[in-house]
């Protein structure tokens, strides 16, 4: 615990959903104390005969913690969150943001942050749960450097690749830099997988030659497999996409600039979500394309057998 003989710091984790629960298995994977909270308790139970803490309170998690990371759904996620964190925290207490949140409201957690002499990083992430559990998570990092300093050995264990940004709200920009690029692939990715397959070529021998290709990012290599089992449980839900996209729109506003295809995007997402996907992986703008087009939604993997 916090002051103990054991020289590492003591992790606080406040958020167990699809990317928080791998965040904690890694976690106590690398030796770290860890306390745990979730709202919905049934989530941290099982953490209990991991090694970790449970608490009963955010507040509780504060306590116990030199710092406290969050991996929350949304703004107000958050900004509920950092209330009860920030009135609580001792001076010198480190909070990092793991969420996609909006700058502006990272930006108001900043303030209150800094009247309560805490620490603040924007910590987001690149990645899915599959990618936290392979140990290859990306994170953008700013905030104040001395901060980072201290926290980034237990970054670190969580994911390797760290780029850290500057001292404000960089790191949020470029999350959702980088997230509408996601949402950009999934979206060409499924147009080309049903111009393809509507013409008779099968789903594998498409997806073996995409990820070849120029095109191959290693999100495409993340897709094959779930799509060639017609598996949309979601590792990042169309829902928490459409609210990613929703940010970017917002950021791209405030700063006057245009961004046709992001627009797009954001109708689609919503298209699939009045569709009934909204808690399926985001991959179902997929599936909402089929719908579109009157083929099945899972569709054979091949119809020439090719
Ligand atoms: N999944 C991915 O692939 C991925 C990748 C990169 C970044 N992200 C970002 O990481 C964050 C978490 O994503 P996720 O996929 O783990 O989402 P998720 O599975 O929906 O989990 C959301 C978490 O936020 C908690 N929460 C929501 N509203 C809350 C509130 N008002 N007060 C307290 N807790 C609240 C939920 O608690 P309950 O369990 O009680 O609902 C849950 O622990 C999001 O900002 C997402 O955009 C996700």
Redesign the pocket.
């Known amino acids: 615990m916090s002051g103990s003989s054991d020289p590492r710091l003591t992790v606080g984790l406040?958020?167990?959903?699809?990317?928080?629960a791998p965040v904690a298995e890694r976690i106590l994977a690398a030796g770290f104390p860890l306390v745990v909270y979730?709202?919905?308790p049934e989530?941290a139970r099982s953490f209990e005969t991991r090694g970790a803490v449970v608490a009963e309170t955010p507040q509780d998690v504060v306590r116990q913690s030199d710092i406290v990371l969050t991996?929350?759904?949304?703004d107000?996620?958050l900004e509920?969150?950092a209330a009860v964190v920030l009135g609580s925290a001792r001076a010198g207490t480190i909070l990092a943001d793991?969420?996609?949140?909006s700058p502006a409201a990272s930006a108001r957690v900043a303030a209150l942050a800094d009247a309560a002499s805490v620490s603040y990083l924007r910590a987001?992430?690149?990645?899915?749960?599959s990618v936290v559990r392979a140990g290859n998570l990306t994170f953008m990092v700013s905030g104040p450097p001395h901060a980072f300093e201290r926290a980034e050995h237990v970054i670190r264990a969580i994911g390797p690749t760290i780029h850290y940004l500057g001292e404000e709200e960089e790191a949020r920009v470029v999350k959702l830099a980088v997230n509408l690029m996601i949402a950009g692939l999934a979206q060409l990715m499924s147009e080309a997988l049903v111009l393809g397959e509507s013409a008779g070529v099968a789903r594998a021998t498409l997806l073996d030659v995409m990820g070849n290709s120029a095109a191959g990012a290693p999100f495409v290599k993340y897709k094959t497999e779930p799509l060639l089992r017609n598996d949309f449980s979601a590792?990042?839900?169309t829902a928490?996409m459409e609210?990613?996209v929703d940010l970017v729109l917002d950021v791209a506003a405030d700063a006057n600039v245009e961004l046709p295809l992001a627009g797009a995007i954001k109708l689609l997402l919503r298209a699939a979500i009045d569709g009934g996907y909204a808690d399926q992986d985001f991959m179902a703008l997929f599936l909402q394309l089929r719908k579109a087009a009157g083929l099945d939604a899972a569709g054979r993997l091949s119809r020439m057998g090719v």
């Open positions: 406040i958020g167990l959903g699809n990317m928080g979730n709202r919905t989530k991996s929350l759904a949304d107000s996620a509920d969150v793991m969420s996609t949140v987001p992430v690149s990645g899915n749960p590792t990042f839900t928490l609210k990613d």
